[in-house]
């Protein structure tokens, strides 16, 4: 089935998401068009409206194994999640850095007895009310429940607006990683509702428009401890779709997921093919595993959160020997991938020659690994898009302007992770496309970082 999104590319890339599985398996994928997918493809689940969840024989709450320090659990059902989530969690605050969460942080707690959650102001002792439920964003995989909803209930008199009624969908990523519970949840709609905006703050986002929650360390289950037991869940010689929490440079922690497929036909004759996620089946839906990058000791850092849809490529060592990033698309989706042509008006006195010299996909001579992929735009947004993928570290999105001169292009609004500022010039020096960082905001790619690309 194919969804219809009236709007430009450029709207469409404001978001970003996650999701469950009740059924399938971990090396399948859910999809809507069954004509390509990029692993093996599972059943289509079937719609039971009134057929209830099955019965889940583990606790709701995740307990330990002692043999592997895993949360066993056979399915991850709505009440499973719902489960999960009981419980009282802390904002991050900050950035993308890894850091502990302080006690005295805003709260936010569910009660998956009555399906109600209480959002607590820490600086002023305010408190907004809501009921939430558990929803699947994906046509292809209707039970799945990665989408949460709040309904508003009411607040205290001093709440900064009226919580009376209205309702906010996020998209959850969920697991125990390294040793502590940690909740992504990514707004949905066009922009940042109320909450997020004017309670959760948008300097207090780790990309944008998404916060990251981790239950108070004190009640958070201590299982999975960084490099403890793991060689039981890693995947050796396989490839398989991953949400990522956190990232070292050297290393990395994943969630196994589904993948789940559906293509949207998009405004200018563009059809775009998107890809959700799932919990899997595995056993081990609520786990980040760490995975070590192959021959990459040289690149260790300090650590961020990088929350995001990964496909990971493993060596027989269980290390990672290929990882690609998936774009952020639409409602819940990523890796957006056109296959028609954008519908872009463009002078061919101002830009053909310059196409010839910068549009396509270049790959990192650094590093063989890191891409940048160049397409026309709208004239009004610079000419040019850019989208670097690079390696261990981040994404980076931005529009660029064509100089007088015909041989560089410079870019006039560029954001790292969605977030940090980030602005460089590209010269194309033979065969070579030579970048130039002139602002950053992300500490790992200073300003005066010089990255050479040759075409891929």
Same mark, same amino acid.
């Given at each position: ?10 709207l469409c890339f404001a978001l970003l998401a996650g999701c469950t599985s009740d059924q399938g398996s971990s090396r399948g994928s859910y999809d809507a068009d069954a004509s390509a997918t990029p692993t093996e493809k599972a059943p289509e689940p ?75 102001m820490a600086y002023a002792a305010e408190e907004a009310y809501y009921s939430f439920e558990l929803l699947s964003p994906y046509d292809a995989a209707p039970q799945q429940y990665c989408m949460l909803r709040f309904t508003g209930k009411g607040s ?48 207090? #986002? $780790?990309?944008? %428009?998404?916060?990251?929650? +981790? =239950? @108070? ?5 201590? /299982? ?111 890796? #957006? $991938?056109?296959? %028609?042509?954008?519908?872009? +008006? =463009? @002078? ?5 020659? /310059? ?52 041989d560089k292009l410079s870019i006039n609004q560029g954001y790292v992770n969605d977030k940090l500022r980030f602005s460089a010039t590209l010269e194309r020096k033979g065969d070579e496309l030579r970048v130039t960082v002139t602002e950053s905001e ?15």
């Amino acid at each position: 089935m194919k969804k219809k999104i009236v709007g430009t590319l450029l709207l469409c890339f404001a978001l970003l998401a996650g999701c469950t599985s009740d059924q399938g398996s971990s090396r399948g994928s859910y999809d809507a068009d069954a004509s390509a997918t990029p692993t093996e493809k599972a059943p289509e689940p079937t719609e039971e409206p009134d057929k209830p969840d099955p019965v889940v024989e583990v606790s709701p709450t995740p307990t330990p194994e002692a043999e592997s320090g895993f949360t066993k659990a056979y399915h991850a059902s709505k009440d499973e999640i719902a489960g999960y989530l009981d419980g009282t969690w802390l904002l991050h605050e900050g950035d993308n850095k890894i850091q502990p969460v302080e006690l005295l942080n805003d709260t936010l707690t569910f009660d998956a007895s009555d399906m109600s959650a209480t959002y607590h102001m820490a600086y002023a002792a305010e408190e907004a009310y809501y009921s939430f439920e558990l929803l699947s964003p994906y046509d292809a995989a209707p039970q799945q429940y990665c989408m949460l909803r709040f309904t508003g209930k009411g607040s205290t008199d001093g709440f900064p607006f009226n919580n009376n009624g209205g309702s906010i969908d996020y998209l959850i990523m969920l697991a125990n990683d390294e040793g502590c519970d940690r909740l992504f949840i990514q707004e949905m709609g066009n922009g940042l509702s109320e909450l997020g905006h004017s309670i959760m703050l948008e300097d207090r #986002q $780790v990309s944008f %428009g998404c916060w990251l929650f +981790e =239950r @108070d360390w004190e009640e958070s289950p201590k /299982m999975g401890e960084r490099g403890f037991n793991m060689g039981g869940v890693k995947r050796t010689n396989d490839s398989f779709f991953a949400l990522q929490f956190s990232e070292y440079g050297d290393s990395c922690t994943l969630q196994e997921v589904v993948p789940v497929f559906e293509e949207f036909d998009l405004e200018g004759s563009i059809t775009a093919r998107a890809a959700g996620y799932a919990f899997c089946d595995n056993g081990y839906p609520f786990n980040a595993v760490v995975y070590e990058y192959a021959g990459m000791e040289q690149w260790a850092h300090s650590g961020c959160y990088s929350p995001g849809l990964v496909e990971v490529y493993t060596n027989g060592d269980g290390e990672i020997s290929n990882i690609i990033h998936y774009p952020y698309f639409a409602y819940g989706y990523f890796n #957006q $991938v056109a296959t %028609g042509a954008p519908d872009v +008006e =463009r @002078d061919p006195a101002v830009y053909g020659d /310059m196409d010839k010299e910068f549009l396509g996909s270049w790959i990192s001579k650094d590093d063989g690994i890191s891409t940048l992929d160049i397409s026309q735009a709208d004239p009004q947004t610079g000419g040019y898009y850019l989208v670097f993928e690079v390696y261990r570290l981040c994404g980076i999105e931005a529009y660029a302007n064509i100089d007088m001169s015909g041989d560089k292009l410079s870019i006039n609004q560029g954001y790292v992770n969605d977030k940090l500022r980030f602005s460089a010039t590209l010269e194309r020096k033979g065969d070579e496309l030579r970048v130039t960082v002139t602002e950053s905001e992300f500490e790992h790619i200073p300003e005066g970082t010089v990255m050479i690309f040759t075409a891929d």
